[in-house]
């Protein structure tokens, strides 16, 4: 078993080329199942053409100060976003949507497209994972410990729901999204957890964050989520 996953099929003949859905809060990682409700106008004809085309919609997180930037203006957003293939979706009879979008990559917004849209458009390249050539540590034991303190600290969600298959046979840094795409985190801390492309840092920052909550929790009666911690 090869410790980095594999580039999803969905992709296996991506154009390169995605609309974005550019939010304040949300984040989409790899592996994770995101519900939407499609109601503006631009978006509802973003719909219809990602349904014609290759279902692939890249979610994209605003910048600070995104409320500031004026009507007509593009507000910016992170250049790492996440790219997502439409799995399921419903059309209502007034023309809004909902619909589940399933992470597939990370990806870099390598520019904008300028076209008669309402909607905007990104060309991306697809981000490769990367790993440490050496170890001083077992990532299967790190799995382990991983799904051991999200079980822990996040009792009602049960592991069989998130993993389709033993979590044991799967990447660490499969693992890793999965976990991260239930873990509810600010949208800023997310951000960092999407632009880390090492496996290995990437399930070390999750560890140390999850080991952080536990030890906050000794002796506490409440489990609250996250503690307060500094990525930097």
């Not at 969905?10 to 550019?22: D, E, H, V």
């Not at 389709?164 to 799967?170: I, K, V």
Request: charged share 25%; net charge negative.
């Amino acid at each position: 078993m090869s410790d980095l996953p594999e580039l999803d099929t969905a992709l296996k003949n991506f154009s390169g080329r995605a609309p974005l859905f550019p939010l304040p809060n949300i984040v989409l990682f790899p592996h994770a199942l995101l519900p939407l409700h499609i109601f503006e106008d631009r978006y509802r004809r973003m719909m219809a053409d990602t349904l014609d085309g290759e279902r692939l919609i890249a979610m994209s997180l605003l910048r600070p100060g995104w409320e500031g930037v004026a009507k007509g203006e593009v507000a910016p957003v992170h250049r790492v976003v996440g790219l997502g293939k439409i799995i399921a979706h419903e059309k209502l009879a007034d023309g809004r949507y909902y619909l589940v979008l399933r992470g597939l990559a990370r990806a870099n917004l390598l520019r904008e497209e300028k076209l008669d849209l309402p909607y905007r458009v990104g060309q991306l390249e697809i981000c490769l994972e990367a790993q440490d050539e050496s170890l001083s540590y077992d990532r299967q034991e790190r799995i382990k410990q991983l799904v051991t303190a999200f079980a822990q600290l996040f009792p009602k969600i049960k592991l069989n729901q998130l993993f389709a298959h033993d979590f044991s046979d799967l990447p660490l840094g499969t693992v890793t999204d999965v976990l991260l795409g239930s873990v509810p985190l600010p949208a800023k801390i997310s951000q960092q957890f999407q632009e880390e492309l090492n496996i290995d840092t990437r399930s070390e920052m999750l560890m140390d964050l999850l080991q952080e909550a536990l030890e906050g929790q000794v002796g506490s009666a409440g489990r609250t989520f996250p503690p307060v911690f500094s990525m930097n």
